[in-house]
């Protein structure tokens, strides 16, 4: 196959702001569709590589499953056995614990399943795992191993029905991206089916490429032809965002400009010769293992940090994941690439080295993170414990509306909680501050206390927000039909409402900024409940500053740190969420607020731990014992009974 220098620096065009954008350098906000960009590039080579083969006689399913086997595994599981050390001494239990499962997934190709299944690719905790990014190599892999296939069952019908097929299944995958996109976001992104058209459009390229009768275009076409498939690239580095609905039609943008640039952009054309310095040409080569490198780098030190990173020290990780990039395809990637030829039998090597990593996985797994001398790490074990999941009365009533009678204290209850994971976390602070308080729980994930209109995210999509507006209007019509019901606690982490970039789905099935319309319909919403003479209490959310609050807290007890480095400064809380107080403080005219920060902080700190309490459990949630606390110091009970005089005067 015929050597393009332009491909090289294509990848260099791909991997660099995927790099930036995990290191967190908001300028690369869209970074993440590098990886488009490289599947577009994989597809072209494979289908180039596939229909040389055809061409010479000498194409075998096997031959290029051991070709794919020698460029991916020596450096994979090279990354692999070097993160163990590093999870071993730096991963809390259940975090290593979740590596460990990981080492099992990556060298059983499905850790895009794996990480579907976990958080997402957005998620809070999703930087924090070293082995996130293989993700991509499993959908890779796994089209690796249909595609050859598909040759071999289509091939005998001739080119134009194999691409016949393929386009079918190319609008067909990117139909379902774009459906997925919205309403099974997390599915959307990691899995082959809404991923397979990306990597198809690269096949077509190659398909197009190899055809010697192909149409010629003039040079200056191919060179706008070019430069705007580089622009479009660029276009989505810069202007896309987490909040960007990913892969449907917007991953057109990156993916279609890499097709342009492949099929016009050769070392005839300037745009090609740019893309094909020096400099990019190397980085190309070394795209790979820098891929494999950055993220452990990231993940890691984000792991041994109490608290996220100055961007210096991600710049010098970026820095230094090129440098181990070149070691590992000086002496890793090429040495075994040229020593495993076809009868070195480099599957049956993969696949004992897949057996080690998998025995190592298990392992941790099976023990739950806590192996070795890692057992003796004082009370870690029972930290996390205290550090659990706080649902409130029971995880009954945490995924939907629920009747359980776990979810409530006592069957004619006074007091109803409402609202998503923000209004379970105040439940033990209501008991404690009144252990006969007769409580009804109705809370869901991500579910704030507002009828008629529900928030959307990458994680929510319009599926999600249509049930919440339905489980909203069942714990009203439950309100409506529950006399005994006198005080309505109503909390929320409001920002998926009010915040500067918050969507919201209204009853009609409109997708609108939620500032305006998320405050009109909370008060709406008040209203509507003291209409049916009940008392509402807005609770605010804690005072945050987008770290992970309880996690440093857990490290602080397992690296032996200073708790106080966990605290979240006033000024940066003001700062996160300034648009969920100026709401909050607009909510005060119709109804009374408690703000929990009264509870927690001075003039210039909010404490994470009081009294040997661990108040947080994560980047805003309290947890049990921390609920209890300041239940009890803010005296919820006592709140809500002034709250009722208040409406009485």
Same mark, same amino acid.
């Given at each position: 196959m015929?050597?393009?220098?332009?491909i090289?620096?294509l990848?260099?065009l791909?991997?660099?702001?995927?790099?930036?954008?995990?290191?967190?350098?908001?300028?690369f906000?869209?970074?993440f /569709?590098g990886?488009? /960009?490289?599947f577009? =590039?994989?597809?072209?080579?494979?289908?180039t590589?596939?229909?040389?083969?055809?061409?010479?006689g000498?194409?075998s =399913?096997?031959?290029?499953?051991?070709r794919r086997?020698?460029?991916?595994?020596?450096?994979l599981?090279?990354?692999?056995?070097?993160?163990?050390?590093?999870?071993?001494l !730096?991963?809390?239990?259940?975090?290593?614990?979740d590596?460990?499962?990981?080492?099992? %997934?990556?060298?059983?190709?499905?850790?895009?399943v794996?990480?579907?299944?976990?958080?997402?690719?957005?998620g809070?905790?999703?930087e924090?795992?070293?082995?996130l990014?293989?993700?991509?190599? %499993?959908?890779?892999?796994?089209?690796?191993?249909?595609?050859?296939?598909?040759?071999?069952?289509?091939?005998?019908?001739?080119?134009?029905w194999?691409?016949?097929?393929?386009?079918?299944?190319f609008?067909?995958s990117?139909?379902l991206?774009?459906?997925?996109?919205?309403a099974?976001?997390?599915?959307?992104?990691f899995?082959?089916?809404?991923?397979?058209?990306?990597?198809?459009?690269?096949?077509?390229?190659?398909?197009?490429l190899?055809?010697?009768?192909?149409?010629?275009?003039r040079?200056? !076409?191919?060179?706008?032809?070019?430069?705007f498939? /580089?622009?479009?690239?660029?276009?989505?580095?810069?202007?896309?965002?987490k909040a960007?609905p990913?892969?449907?039609?917007?991953?057109?943008?990156?993916?279609?400009?890499?097709?342009?640039?492949?099929?016009?952009?050769?070392? %005839?054309t300037?745009v090609?010769?740019?893309v094909?310095?020096r400099a990019?040409?190397?980085?190309?080569?070394?795209?790979?293992?820098?891929?494999l490198?950055?993220?452990?780098?990231?993940?890691?030190a984000?792991?041994?940090?109490?608290?996220?990173?100055?961007?210096?020290?991600f710049a010098?990780?970026?820095?230094?994941?090129?440098?181990?990039?070149y070691?590992?395809?000086?002496?890793? #990637?090429?040495?075994?690439?040229?020593?495993?030829?076809i009868?070195s039998?480099?599957?049956?090597?993969?696949? =004992?080295?897949?057996?080690?990593?998998?025995?190592?996985?298990?392992?941790?797994w099976?023990?739950?993170?806590?192996?070795?001398?890692?057992a003796?790490? *004082?009370n870690?074990?029972?930290?996390?414990?205290?550090?659990a999941?706080n649902?409130?009365?029971?995880s009954?009533?945490?995924?939907?509306?629920s #009747?359980?009678?776990?979810?409530?204290?006592?069957k004619?209850?006074?007091v109803?909680? !409402?609202?998503?994971?923000?209004?379970?976390?105040?439940?033990?602070?209501?008991?404690a501050?009144? *252990?006969?308080i007769?409580?009804v729980?109705?809370?869901v994930?991500?579910?704030?206390?507002?009828?008629?209109?529900a928030p959307?995210?990458?994680?929510y999509g319009r599926? !999600?927000?249509?049930?919440?507006?339905?489980?909203n209007?069942?714990?009203?019509?439950?309100?409506?039909?529950?006399?005994s =019901?006198?005080? /309505?606690?109503m909390s929320?982490?409001?920002?998926?409402?009010?915040?500067?970039?918050?969507?919201v789905?209204?009853?009609?099935? #409109?997708?609108?900024s939620?500032q305006?319309?998320?405050l009109e319909?909370?008060?709406?919403?008040?209203k509507?409940?003291k209409e049916?003479?009940?008392?509402?209490?807005?609770?605010?959310?804690t005072?945050?500053?987008?770290?992970?609050?309880g996690?440093?807290?857990?490290?602080?007890?397992?690296?032996?740190?200073?708790s106080?480095?966990?605290d979240?400064?006033?000024?940066?809380?003001?700062t996160?969420?300034?648009?969920?107080?100026?709401?909050l403080?607009?909510?005060?005219?119709?109804?009374?607020?408690?703000w929990?920060?009264?509870?927690?902080?001075?003039?210039?700190?909010?404490?994470?731990?009081?009294?040997?309490v661990?108040?947080?459990?994560?980047?805003?949630?309290?947890s049990?014992e921390?609920?209890a606390?300041?239940?009890?110091r803010?005296?919820f009970y006592?709140?809500?009974?002034?709250?009722a005089?208040?409406?009485?005067?």
């Amino acid at each position: 196959m015929e050597y393009r220098r332009e491909i090289d620096g294509l990848r260099a065009l791909a991997v660099l702001p995927v790099i930036l954008f995990h290191a967190g350098f908001e300028t690369f906000s869209g970074g993440f /569709v590098g990886v488009d /960009v490289f599947f577009v =590039i994989s597809g072209y080579l494979i289908t180039t590589i596939l229909l040389a083969d055809i061409e010479d006689g000498t194409f075998s =399913i096997l031959k290029f499953y051991e070709r794919r086997a020698k460029r991916i595994l020596p450096a994979l599981f090279f990354v692999m056995l070097v993160c163990i050390p590093f999870a071993w001494l !730096w991963l809390l239990p259940d975090d290593l614990k979740d590596f460990s499962q990981s080492l099992v %997934a990556v060298s059983m190709c499905a850790s895009n399943v794996l990480f579907w299944l976990e958080d997402g690719y957005f998620g809070a905790d999703a930087e924090l795992k070293p082995l996130l990014h293989t993700w991509s190599l %499993a959908v890779e892999g796994q089209f690796y191993v249909a595609f050859p296939i598909f040759f071999r069952m289509f091939g005998r019908f001739g080119k134009r029905w194999m691409l016949l097929v393929l386009a079918t299944l190319f609008f067909a995958s990117l139909a379902l991206a774009q459906w997925g996109a919205y309403a099974k976001p997390f599915a959307a992104f990691f899995l082959l089916p809404t991923r397979g058209w990306e990597l198809l459009l690269g096949v077509f390229s190659g398909f197009y490429l190899r055809q010697p009768d192909r149409a010629r275009f003039r040079r200056g !076409w191919s060179e706008a032809i070019g430069f705007f498939g /580089v622009a479009l690239i660029l276009y989505s580095v810069f202007t896309f965002s987490k909040a960007t609905p990913f892969p449907g039609v917007y991953a057109l943008i990156p993916t279609v400009g890499a097709l342009l640039f492949i099929v016009f952009a050769t070392q %005839a054309t300037t745009v090609g010769r740019l893309v094909a310095n020096r400099a990019f040409v190397g980085v190309g080569l070394i795209s790979y293992s820098a891929y494999l490198w950055h993220h452990p780098l990231f993940a890691f030190a984000r792991q041994r940090s109490l608290r996220e990173p100055d961007p210096l020290v991600f710049a010098l990780l970026s820095a230094a994941s090129f440098g181990l990039a070149y070691f590992s395809w000086r002496y890793v #990637e090429a040495p075994l690439r040229k020593r495993w030829n076809i009868q070195s039998k480099a599957l049956l090597y993969g696949s =004992i080295t897949a057996g080690f990593f998998v025995g190592v996985g298990s392992i941790g797994w099976f023990v739950d993170g806590t192996y070795g001398e890692r057992a003796n790490i *004082p009370n870690i074990a029972r930290v996390g414990e205290r550090m659990a999941v706080n649902h409130g009365l029971s995880s009954d009533c945490e995924r939907t509306y629920s #009747e359980s009678p776990s979810c409530a204290t006592d069957k004619m209850p006074e007091v109803l909680v !409402w609202g998503d994971s923000y209004a379970m976390h105040l439940v033990q602070g209501l008991v404690a501050s009144n *252990p006969n308080i007769k409580l009804v729980q109705k809370t869901v994930s991500f579910c704030g206390p507002v009828l008629d209109v529900a928030p959307m995210n990458a994680k929510y999509g319009r599926s !999600w927000a249509e049930k919440c507006i339905r489980i909203n209007d069942q714990v009203f019509a439950y309100l409506k039909n529950k006399p005994s =019901i006198k005080y /309505v606690v109503m909390s929320s982490l409001f920002s998926q409402f009010v915040g500067r970039d918050a969507t919201v789905l209204t009853r009609g099935g #409109e997708m609108v900024s939620g500032q305006k319309a998320s405050l009109e319909a909370i008060v709406s919403t008040i209203k509507r409940v003291k209409e049916l003479g009940k008392v509402p209490v807005v609770f605010s959310p804690t005072p945050q500053d987008g770290d992970n609050i309880g996690r440093c807290l857990m490290k602080s007890i397992f690296f032996a740190s200073d708790s106080a480095l966990c605290d979240v400064k006033v000024s940066a809380s003001q700062t996160r969420q300034v648009e969920v107080w100026d709401a909050l403080r607009e909510i005060e005219s119709v109804a009374p607020v408690v703000w929990l920060a009264e509870g927690l902080c001075s003039s210039y700190v909010c404490q994470a731990a009081m009294e040997g309490v661990l108040v947080y459990r994560d980047k805003g949630h309290l947890s049990r014992e921390g609920s209890a606390y300041v239940g009890k110091r803010l005296n919820f009970y006592a709140r809500l009974e002034r709250a009722a005089e208040r409406e009485i005067r």
